[in-house]
């Protein structure tokens, strides 16, 4: 990543703030046709404009509660769901149904590989599929997924044929999560917000995202301790139904629709 940063030029945007336009058009000049960079350069400069006279509280204005619905509330549902409960500590999940170390290690480098393949799958199929029906069925079967493996867990011996349905809906669980709620966040928190808000509005979801992750990893010791393997993964089954039910009512179609449809359906 380091070495890959190295190559990265200035973003554009900074550029124009810093009155840098020569450079912003050198750097769209490697990923746009020439004559595309001035138009661009132009919205450039009125999202600037515009995201300098607006404010965090215009977010929580009526016209735009819709959005900030979706842009908080698609973030704090990927969290809820406990994937980074799962991800952080599959090594001590796995090692309770009778794997040893080395094996529970090796189980959660294959659920790794289950996430980086179905997230470059779900790239593929978002914009074929559409974002609503892909978000919603894959947040399904997520909740089905940690039903299966509360009831897993809460059988005794968990050697053989059950050790290996654990792994299977786990495998399943990641699948799920990595084709729909994996994706959402980062689509849907630069999707819906108006212009000038699109900047506030993904830094508020970008830090429920990751304020949630640090609560559930602080917490999940402690609620294995407390509850249960079984019991942790009841309460995320419980907390997934009531983030379907919520995507459901509120999450809307962005399929091939502009920036400016959809800002116009949010208000």
């Known amino acids: 990543m380091l070495l890959g940063l190295l190559t990265l030029p200035e973003s554009p945007r900074w550029l124009v703030t810093r009155d840098r336009e020569d450079d912003a058009r050198a750097v769209l000049r490697r990923t746009r046709d020439e004559a595309e960079v001035s138009d661009e350069l132009d919205e450039i400069r009125q999202t600037i404009k515009a995201e300098r006279e607006?404010?965090?509280?215009?977010?929580?204005?009526?016209?735009?509660?819709?959005?900030?619905?979706?842009?908080?509330?698609?973030?704090?549902?990927?969290?809820?769901?406990?994937?980074?409960?799962?991800?952080?500590?599959?090594?001590?999940?796995?090692?309770?149904?009778?794997?040893?170390?080395?094996?529970?290690?090796?189980?959660?480098?294959?659920?790794?590989?289950?996430?980086?393949?179905?997230?470059?799958?779900?790239?593929?199929?978002?914009?074929?599929?559409?974002?609503?029906?892909?978000?919603?069925?894959?947040?399904?079967?997520?909740?089905?997924?940690?039903?299966?493996?509360?009831?897993?867990?809460?059988?005794?011996?968990?050697?053989?044929?059950?050790?290996?349905?654990?792994?299977a809906a786990l495998c399943i669980y990641i699948a799920a999560f990595a084709a729909s709620l994996g994706i959402a966040i980062w689509l849907f928190t630069s999707e819906v917000y108006p212009t000038n808000l699109r900047g506030r509005g993904a830094s508020l979801g970008t830090f429920t995202h990751w304020s949630l992750d640090f609560l559930v990893s602080l917490t999940v010791l402690s609620l294995i301790s407390l509850l249960g393997t079984a019991g942790m993964f009841f309460l995320f089954f419980a907390l997934a139904v009531l983030g379907t039910g919520y995507l459901w009512h509120y999450l809307p179609e962005t399929k091939g629709r502009s920036l400016e449809e959809i800002e116009h359906e949010m208000a």
Not at 60 to 87: C, K, M
Not at 90 to 98: D, M, N, R
């Open 54 to 167: 607006s404010s965090y509280r215009e977010l929580f204005r009526a016209e735009n509660r819709q959005a900030l619905r979706i842009g908080v509330g698609v973030p704090a549902i990927n969290q809820l769901v406990g994937v980074n409960a799962i991800i952080y500590y599959a090594p001590t999940i796995l090692s309770q149904t009778g794997f040893g170390d080395s094996a529970s290690i090796l189980s959660s480098v294959g659920i790794g590989v289950v996430n980086v393949l179905l997230t470059a799958l779900a790239l593929v199929l978002v914009d074929r599929i559409g974002r609503r029906p892909l978000v919603i069925t894959g947040t399904m079967i997520v909740t089905v997924a940690l039903a299966a493996l509360g009831g897993l867990y809460l059988v005794h011996d968990k050697h053989g044929a059950v050790g290996a349905l654990i792994v």
